[in-house]
T-cell receptor
Framework: GAVVSQHPSRVICKSGTSVKIECRSL??????MFWYRQFPKKSLMLMAT?????????EQGVEKDKFLINHASLTLSTLTVTSAHPEDSSFYICSARLAGWYNEQFFGPGTRLTVL | GENVEQHPSTLSVQEGDSAVIKCTYS??????FPWYKQELGKRPQLIIDIRSNVGEKKDQRIAVTLNKTAKHFSLHITETQPEDSAVYFC?????????????FGTGTRLTIIP
């Protein structure tokens, strides 16, 4: 199956700093990537849909100025958590989908963010 | 938007018995229904999926059924093994203003008792 990598796997930062998370599709081109957030023992909540070369579409309640998403190429999307606070601590997972509708999403391994 | 409900939230079964997890969805336009298995701290892994033009799909010990009229779909795991213990999520794929996205159920923690 298709492989999606995510970096870093874990990050600890101080309150007020910004953190960038990278999501890469290693062996396929992903016109669409997705960013999810998962709290402990909870489900995956979609934060935004990222289309290559265009602005991301954010879900209701997600602050686009706080969670900056860039999808500059067909294999890379980045999520930057700006001015992070302890409540931003979570497991962030990206996924990438092959071109076409209703196709499987391949998930990255996730990034555990801890904001002190 | 789409709303997906999943039951039960926890499920314990004896090794070798069957496990069934049920989901309902709200958007009749949803056409793709994947099931994911997630182990602690790991990424979700697709275990089976079904599209709206079929009612049932089977892959070895795992099967999924879909009832579009009632808007519900179920995961069936037979001959359960300890390695089946994990959290399982159902999802439904819908289109929202031209974007296709997955809405996940709340998850079922499955424990296989040896």
């Amino acid at each position: 199956g298709a492989v999606v990598s995510q970096h870093p796997s874990r990050v600890i930062c101080k309150s007020g700093t910004s953190v960038k998370i990278e999501c890469r599709s290693l062996d396929f081109q992903a016109t669409t990537m997705f960013w999810y957030r998962q709290f402990p023992k909870k489900s995956l909540m979609l934060m935004a849909t990222s289309n290559e070369g265009s602005k991301a579409t954010y879900e209701q309640g997600v602050e686009k100025d706080k969670f900056l998403i860039n999808h500059a190429s067909l294999t890379l999307s980045t999520l930057t958590v700006t001015s992070a606070h302890p409540e931003d601590s979570s497991f962030y997972i990206c996924s990438a989908r092959l071109a076409g509708w209703y196709n499987e999403q391949f998930f990255g391994p996730g990034t555990r963010l801890t904001v002190l | 938007g789409e709303n997906v409900e999943q039951h039960p939230s926890t499920l314990s079964v004896q090794e070798g018995d069957s496990a069934v997890i049920k989901c309902t969805y709200s958007d009749s336009a949803s056409n793709y229904f994947p099931w994911y298995k997630q182990e602690l701290g790991k990424r979700p892994q697709l275990i089976i999926d079904i599209r709206s033009n079929v009612g049932e799909k089977k892959d070895q010990r795992i099967a999924v059924t879909l009832n579009k009229t009632a808007k519900h779909f179920s995961l069936h795991i037979t001959e359960t093994q300890p390695e089946d213990s994990a959290v399982y999520f159902c999802a439904a794929s819908s289109r929202d203003f031209g974007n296709e996205k997955l809405t996940f159920g709340t998850g079922t923690r499955l424990t296989i008792i040896p």
